[in-house]
């Protein structure tokens, strides 16, 4: 079965990111331990809300909790020991009480996609009960490049 890749739009606000890999990231091959690549993950959506003005740390004064609810990832090649990653991400999906992230990992500047990955989340109000994505929330996340993220961003018209 081959993995199907969803890959942003030309519209789609796309972050990037950098990761130095540790020593403690690797196995005794010094490979980077498959377990570590969701935490870079993590990494990466941290710093797109970061991108679109809105670090979690907001998302969260503002009561909205937003929990893994389903991860994946395709390994064509490893990372190893001192590689630098970078991490390009995007929102490829929101819908009422969900969006989706997309991850690609390349090592550093070439072009080639070493590893995709997504992750899915739900929203949460505090009381850890599912809600609807607030509409100030859905404005930042939507993955077209729209008037609300333009406004994040401080970009085009």
Known sequence: M??????PTVDTFV?????????VDTDN????????????FEQARNEHLRQLKMPYSEVEKRGIRTPLTETGA?????????????IESWISQVKRASFRF???????????VKVTGFTVHATLAEDLKVVKIPDWLRDIISPSLGPAQRKYLNVGP
């Open 74 to 86: 395709h390994f064509y090649s490893s990372f190893h020991y001192d590689d630098l990653i970078r």
């Open 15 to 23: 972050s990037t990111s950098w990761y130095r890999v540790l020593y």
């Open 2 to 7: 081959t993995k199907s890749v969803i890959q």
């Open 102 to 112: 997309e991850y690609f990992l390349y090592l550093d500047d070439s072009p080639n």
């Open 29 to 40: 091959m010094q490979i980077v331990n498959n377990s570590h690549y969701f935490r870079f």
